[in-house]
């Protein structure tokens, strides 16, 4: 049976006595960066496996370093070391997400990111589908503008920023939608409410460029791989405009929740027949025999949570 269980002010507790104080910095003002970790059950292996555990706290410590969280003394493998024993005690037989978390603990009222207490915490959660893999996402692009570097550094993953996706997200849902496609402030495509972009025009994989204050993706960066390494397909990152997305002959987004999901209309403009394309969905369904251990040239990338003990070191 699982048992919820979290990682919270340096030990594991049960995860209903992981509280904080309704005056701690983060709750007060979203100072606190995370990361989004999934767990891919293989039933047939009776196996769980955690996807690039390493790179994502590789970014979750670009993220505090960014935001001047410089009191987490955890080395990295220590961080990773937490995060498989996290899931390990929480005994799901399912897909969860874990979410590791570094944030300003002080209970103390003012805006500032300096002359803080800094906590790391990890939790479990157990997480299916985010976007439907199958039928694919139906987006809008929405009239909330993508964050700017110069406002909250966009290749940070602060929990604050996420009110600026989340206005995006509710904005798509409640006019019909699946997901949102946010622009920057030039008016070029960014990304999703969660998701990076995927553009394929002329058999070229084209995706926007960190310039325009994309989060710097993990999922994106393997499946551009993926891409480029079994297809043959050329990838090219460049800034798009928002009419190219209806012109496209295919387009998906990428990300943790939403592993690799095709897009069959933008604005209700059908991409391509209105159907998941065919390099999209050749892709997808490589990333997710990859990221359930069915694929032995891609194992350096997970770490099994029950059979094995080591930390993958890619």
Not at 3 to 11: H, L, S, V
Not at 75 to 99: F, H, K, P, T, W
Request: some cysteine; overall charge negative; charged content about 25%.
């Amino acid at each position: 049976m699982p048992n919820p269980t979290a990682f919270f002010e340096g030990k594991f507790v049960p995860l209903a006595e992981a509280n904080v104080n309704i005056m701690t910095h983060a709750f007060n003002y979203g100072t606190a960066v995370f990361e989004g970790v999934r767990g891919n059950w293989n039933a047939d292996q009776g196996e769980l496996y955690l996807f690039k555990v390493r790179d994502h706290v590789r970014r979750i410590r670009q993220s505090a370093k960014i935001m001047r969280m410089d009191g987490i003394t955890y080395s990295e493998d220590e961080m990773c070391g937490i995060l498989l024993e996290a899931v390990a005690r929480n005994g799901y037989q399912e897909d969860v997400y874990v979410r590791p978390m570094i944030y300003k603990s002080s209970e103390v009222v003012g805006v500032r990111m300096h002359n803080l207490e800094d906590q790391f915490l990890v939790f479990v959660t157990p997480f299916g589908a985010y976007l439907d893999p199958e039928a694919g996402a139906r987006c809008a692009t929405s009239s909330w503008r993508r964050i700017d570097d110069t406002m909250i550094p966009a290749r940070a993953k602060v929990n604050g920023l996420y009110v600026n996706n989340a206005m995006a997200k509710t904005e798509a849902q409640l006019n019909g939608f699946d997901e949102a496609i946010m622009l920057n402030e030039d008016g070029h495509v960014s990304e999703g409410s969660g998701e990076n972009i995927v553009m394929i025009r002329h058999g070229v994989l084209i995706t926007p460029p960190p310039s325009d204050n994309i989060l710097e993706g993990i999922t994106l960066e393997t499946a551009l791989y993926m891409a480029e390494r079994e297809f043959g397909l050329r990838v090219e990152r460049r800034s798009i405009d928002r009419s190219e997305l209806y012109i496209a002959d295919e387009v998906f987004m990428t990300g943790t929740a939403a592993h690799v999901t095709p897009v069959v209309e933008i604005d209700r403009v059908p991409v391509g027949d209105g159907r998941p394309g065919v390099v999209s969905k050749q892709i997808q369904d490589l990333y997710f025999q990859a990221i359930t251990g069915r694929l032995p040239q891609y194992a350096e990338w997970l770490t099994p949570v029950y059979q094995g003990s080591q930390v993958a070191t890619s």
